[in-house]
């Protein structure tokens, strides 16, 4: 949402626009009147009109493409005209065309040294660029020479923002808001702040003012929606939220935050359809699959989520979650060596989960490979603590000696959820065994534990429960 509001690129480059249409009416008035008694015959006009013209139609309907084919027949008197050169420079910049952009910042500087419009397009480059160390020396020379320079504070603010230091964030935010008291990011960028740092009540009175500015500003009917998510007030929320896609349709953020209301209102084919619509939105976004795929399986529609948390995986590779809750699903259907390649993908993201190897020993034992097993086993074992009940646990995956002995220590375990797990590897242990009788035993025991905090908890009711 932030980048999407505060770009100060955009804002720059709207105020170029502006310029333009501007530049087109006065050069338009400075064309003669044409005499009473001649209002009939077309006027001629000169070639700087006919270039101004087709510059303003193509900024207000045709592409950055379509604007700047414009200036391959620019009038000659028009390349030593600021203004002119100052459009087509910040037209580069959108076209990412940096090279050229940066030919005309050269031109730019030798037409008007030190006009702050310049360090305004060179910063534009700068962002667009990556040149983080470039950009804010520019912005504080852009603030240097213009002290009241409201969208400049904005972007500096946003910097921070991004670093999550939200109090240095305030302050500029606060800067652009005192230089500027219309600047509509400030503000929000000003309730962002105060959002993040828990101060709610300030925050709303930001988005209030965005309001106040503009009733139909989409990001703050967005924010206040979040402010009824904290109170848990999911109806008004829903309504609020309802108002940003009123004025933003095609935002799949406001959809994705539709869709949880409307999930926490208990309306979950309603849900559902908020969290596809802002897929078809914005396909390379997770968040919403990852709601959607909780949801699926949650109704059992396991295929379904499947599809989903593929889906997740494909876009983000690492997000090992995924892989997690692909191989429960996997198993749950038999496909144990899908399980495992799940398994194995989520133990390259987080090593220090002991889950994952332990679910992959599993799935050799269901396919009755021992070899294979215990050769996984032997490196999973190297280089852990011998005494640990963690060792205990996998070494009984390893070897299968002194069950009862490593039983005895998952009990005594103080973590409750280290025991849950611990209690639950040693009924699966059992299960993939053929001991059923054992097996449940165990997992009733982890069916007992309140509020377990670990995904195994899913498995003993399947086991238990059917």
């Known amino acids: 949402m932030l980048k999407k509001y ?120 700068a962002k667009s660029t990556g040149n983080q160390k470039e950009k804010s020396k520019l912005l504080k020379e852009i603030v240097a020479a213009d002290p009241n320079n409201s969208d400049a504070y904005v972007e500096m603010a946003n910097d921070q ?29 000003s309730g962002q702040c105060l959002y993040y740092l828990g101060y709610l009540k300030a925050a709303e009175a930001n988005f209030d003012r965005m309001l106040e500015i503009n009733p139909k500003s989409a990001p703050a009917w967005a924010y206040k ?33 539709y869709g949880r209301d409307l999930y926490y209102m208990g309306k979950w084919k309603d849900a559902e359809k908020a969290w596809s619509h802002a897929i078809e939105l914005d396909s390379g976004n997770i968040l919403p699959y990852i709601y959607r795929s909780s949801l699926r399986d949650e109704q059992e529609r396991f295929d379904e989520a499947i599809e989903d948390y593929l889906s997740i995986i494909k876009i983000r590779p690492d997000y090992y979650y995924a892989y997690e809750a692909l191989g429960i699903l996997y198993w749950h259907k038999q496909s144990w060596q899908n399980a495992r390649t ?68 998952a009990k005594n375990e103080e973590n409750s959820t280290l025991r849950g797990k611990y209690l639950f590897y040693i009924g699966l242990y059992y299960d993939v065994r053929g001991d059923d009788l054992e097996a449940k035993k165990y997992y009733n025991e982890v069916l007992k534990m309140q509020a377990p905090l670990f995904f195994e908890y899913r498995f003993a009711e399947w086991s238990v429960k059917g």
């Open 6 to 125: 505060c770009n100060f690129v955009s804002a720059i480059f709207a105020a170029v626009f502006v310029f333009s249409l501007i530049f087109s009416v006065c050069s338009c008035k400075t064309t003669p009147k044409a005499p009473e008694k001649e209002k009939s015959k077309p006027v001629k006009k000169s070639p700087e009109v006919i270039f101004v013209e087709k510059l303003q139609a193509a900024l207000e309907k045709g592409t950055v493409d379509d604007a700047l084919a414009v200036f391959d027949k620019m009038p000659k008197q028009f390349e030593s005209n600021y203004d002119i050169i100052l459009i087509r420079a910040s037209l580069f910049v959108s076209a990412k065309r940096y090279d050229e952009a940066m030919a005309d910042v050269d031109i730019l500087e030798k037409l008007d040294p030190g006009n702050a419009n310049t360090l305004v397009i060179k910063t534009m480059i």
């Open 161 to 189: 923002m991004l670093g999550k230091r939200y109090k240095l964030a305030y302050k500029y935010y606060q800067q652009a808001v005192k230089n500027d008291p219309t600047n509509i990011s400030a503000y929000f960028g």
């Open 225 to 257: 929606a979040k402010l009824d998510m904290e109170n848990e007030d999911y109806s008004a929320a829903a309504e609020k939220v309802k108002k940003a896609i009123e004025y933003d349709p095609d935002y799949s953020d406001y959809w994705i935050d």
């Open 342 to 409: 799940c398994f194995l993908k989520a133990a390259d993201y987080n090593k220090n989960n002991i889950s994952y190897p332990l679910m992959v020993s599993a799935t050799f034992l269901k396919e009755k490979k021992e070899q294979e097993n215990r050769a996984f086993m032997q490196k999973v074992l190297k280089n852990r603590d011998t005494k640990s009940t963690e060792y205990s646990v996998l070494r009984m995956y390893y070897d299968g000696v002194n069950i009862p002995a490593v039983a005895n220590k």
